[in-house]
Every structure is written in C-alpha cells, then in structure tokens.
C-alpha cells in the first residue's frame, strides 16, 4: 500500500463529514480509503496514449435551435385558467 492515511487526516475527513467515528470504523476508514488511492494509482498506469477524453460514456452532443421571436398577446388564454382575475392580472392570497 504506497498511499498511508493517517489518523489526522481520517480526523479531519470526519470533522469536514460532521461524523463520529469510533476507533474500529477509523481503522476500517483508513483501510478504506488507503484501497481507493492504490486503486486511482493503478489507473494512473494506464496507457492512454491515443484515447480521446469524454466527458459520458454515449455520444452526446448539445442541439440548439435559432431562436425564432414571436409577439403574442395570450393574456386572455393565460388568465382564462385563473381562479380569480383583476385588472388582466391574477389574483392571489397575500403573504408576509
């Protein structure tokens, strides 16, 4: 195991999770996270010469559309829904 976690540093890690861990679950945690740095080290060596970055798995690409203006007066159809209406404007419940 190349990569040793201290107990500081599980300290730290349970301050910034606001976690209360015991003397076992310490030990278990630096176990723990000692095995996922060697498993981020082992990928590390890894030839990836050639391989372009993704960022997902599957192919995604953005689509856009040309954003097309439209001048529409739709109050009445909006506040023909409304349960109350005053002035071409909803009317709702005050609140504080």
Not at 27 to 42: N, S, T, V, W
Not at 86 to 93: A, E, Y
């Amino acid at each position: 195991m190349a990569n040793v976690i201290t107990d500081e540093t599980i300290e730290y890690v349970g301050i910034l999770a606001k976690l209360e861990l015991s003397k076992e679950e310490q030990e278990q945690a630096k176990k723990d996270m000692g095995r996922m740095l060697d498993y981020i080290d082992k990928l590390g060596e890894l030839d990836t010469e050639g391989i372009e970055p993704m960022s997902h798995v599957f192919p995604v690409q953005n689509v856009f559309r040309e954003d097309s203006i439209v001048n529409s007066d739709t109050r009445e159809e909006f506040l023909a829904n409304a349960p109350e209406q005053k002035d071409g404007m909803f009317v709702v419940p005050k609140t504080f």
